[in-house]
């Protein structure tokens, strides 16, 4: 379903075009009373960042467009599940959230389950290993102010600390936040290049989707609303989640680092300013 009825018809007719290599699927340009019934939806509608803008510079346009979407999806949402993509992600699932009257449970957001996989990704190249034998997570915005669990980095079941004795890298803390930036980064340095991400989101979103269809209980930093975990209520952000049939199954509360504590407690502050302006 978008606005643009031409590109979603070309979108559908795409798509349809690789289902000669895919399980069977049905693939339609649609409407909203199309959704009825839905298991999922995916708010992935708005407008995107220039080169150059922040994700929170786009927080009242989108904000507009998120309310728009949810007052035309409501009398279909019924029993589905509600995942958003839409940026800023952390301010734009609290929208939904407060405009769809479900429980919040039900309402996700796709947060910082593509950070997390950059940060793996940059870590597997930096430690020569196998980025899915690498568990690490980033927490709290999708944007700037996002935290790096590096006290809860494993490799293959080992604490990163005890890896790290005996690597001929010998990595210094300088090192490590070269790395942050490098995945903090990573998004704008795409936008200022092509205008748009789009192959790392997509395969992070159907990964969340995965996990909720087929009720995978899978441990994903999705986006969620805050009702005390981590001492935090009334916003939304990405903390490890068990995700499942339900949407949030439960939220996980690992031990943090009082540094780590302080910078996602910091990020919680920023996105609730923000969400003051989305209105
Ligand atoms: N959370 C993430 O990790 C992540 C990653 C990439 C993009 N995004 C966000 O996803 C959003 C879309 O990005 P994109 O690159 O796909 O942009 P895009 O411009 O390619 O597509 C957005 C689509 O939304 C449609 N649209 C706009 N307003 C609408 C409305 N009211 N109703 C229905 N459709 C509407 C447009 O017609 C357009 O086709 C942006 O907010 C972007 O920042 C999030």
């Known amino acids: 379903v978008d606005n643009d009825g031409e590109k ?20 339609n340009a649609g409407s909203y009373p199309d959704c009825k019934g839905s ?54 699932t609290k929208v939904a959230v407060e405009n ?4 919040v449970y039900r309402v996700l957001g796709s947060g910082t389950v593509l950070d997390s996989g950059r940060f793996c990704y940059e870590l597997s190249r930096r430690c020569r ?10 927490i709290g915005e999708h944007g700037d102010s996002e935290v790096f669990l590096w006290s809860q980095v494993h490799i293959g079941g080992t604490p990163l600390e005890s890896l790290c004795g005996d690597c001929e890298h010998s990595c210094t803390a300088g ?9 903090r980064a990573s998004g704008y340095h795409i936008v200022e290049k092509k205008g748009y991400t789009n192959y790392g989101v997509s395969l992070a979103v159907s990964r969340i989707i995965g996990a909720i269809l087929r009720d995978e209980r899978s441990v994903l930093t999705v986006s969620t609303f805050m009702e005390g975990a981590y001492g935090l209520t009334g916003v939304c952000l ?16 690992t031990p943090l680092s009082e540094r780590e504590t302080e910078n996602l407690k910091t990020s919680a502050r920023i996105i609730a300013s923000t969400a003051v302006s989305a209105g």
């Open 8 to 27: 979603a018809e070309a979108n559908a007719l795409d798509m349809n075009h690789g289902l000669l290599f895919t399980p069977p699927v049905s693939i």
């Open 39 to 92: 298991d999922l939806l995916v708010i992935a509608a708005g407008a995107r960042r220039k080169p150059g803008e922040t994700r929170l510079d786009l927080t009242a346009r989108n904000a507009r467009i998120v309310r728009e979407i949810l007052g035309e999806l409501k009398p279909y949402i019924g029993t589905a599940r509600l995942l958003v993509i839409t940026n800023p992600v952390d301010v734009m």
């Open 100 to 103: 769809s009257d479900l429980p």
């Open 129 to 138: 290993v196998d980025p899915r034998s690498v568990h690490a997570y980033v």
């Open 175 to 183: 090192e490590r936040s070269s790395l942050e930036e490098k995945v």
């Open 238 to 253: 990405s903390v490890p989640c068990i995700v499942g049939v339900r949407g949030v199954e439960r939220i996980i509360e």
